[in-house]
């Protein structure tokens, strides 16, 4: 059984930081690639970040490429999101996700296979 716990949300001002982590038990890290995605009030859940197996390939949805960073330590099976400039626009419940096709970084939901519960993040002055 695998699941996926994130942690790291909270409020932050408007310009601040924060960094999320997802730690994955059940089975290792290293047999998946990670995205991050977010869904905020009355939106669709969208894609943020990923990261595949090796760290190798990454991708950033265009609004948060620059100010975010993704990571994985697959030693501690633990993927990370770096968050730095963050702004309201950025408010949202965020979720990891794990894909068994660890090679390739997709950016739609469906070949994802696990979900965690989700952390909120909220920027807020």
């Known amino acids: 059984q695998v699941r996926l716990v994130e942690s790291g949300g909270g ?6 930081s924060l ?3 997802c730690a994955i038990s059940g089975r290792p890290l290293s047999n998946y ?3 991050w995605f977010r869904q905020a009030p009355g939106k669709g859940r969208e894609f943020v970040s990923g990261i595949s197996w090796a760290g190798v390939v ?3 949805t265009d609004s948060v490429k620059g100010r975010f960073t993704i990571s994985r330590d697959n030693a501690k099976n633990t993927v990370y999101l770096q968050m730095s400039s ?3 626009e950025d ?5 990891c996700a794990a894909n068994s096709q ?5 950016i739609t939901t469906n070949p994802y296979e696990y979900w965690g519960q989700g ?4 920027v807020s002055s």
């Open 119 to 122: 952390t909120q993040v909220t």
């Open 102 to 106: 660890r090679a390739v970084v997709t």
């Open 86 to 88: 963050l702004g309201p």
């Open 11 to 16: 409020l932050v001002q408007p310009g601040g």
């Open 58 to 60: 990454t991708k950033y």
């Open 91 to 95: 408010t949202a419940v965020y979720y």
């Open 19 to 21: 960094r999320l982590s």
């Open 33 to 35: 690639a990670m995205g």
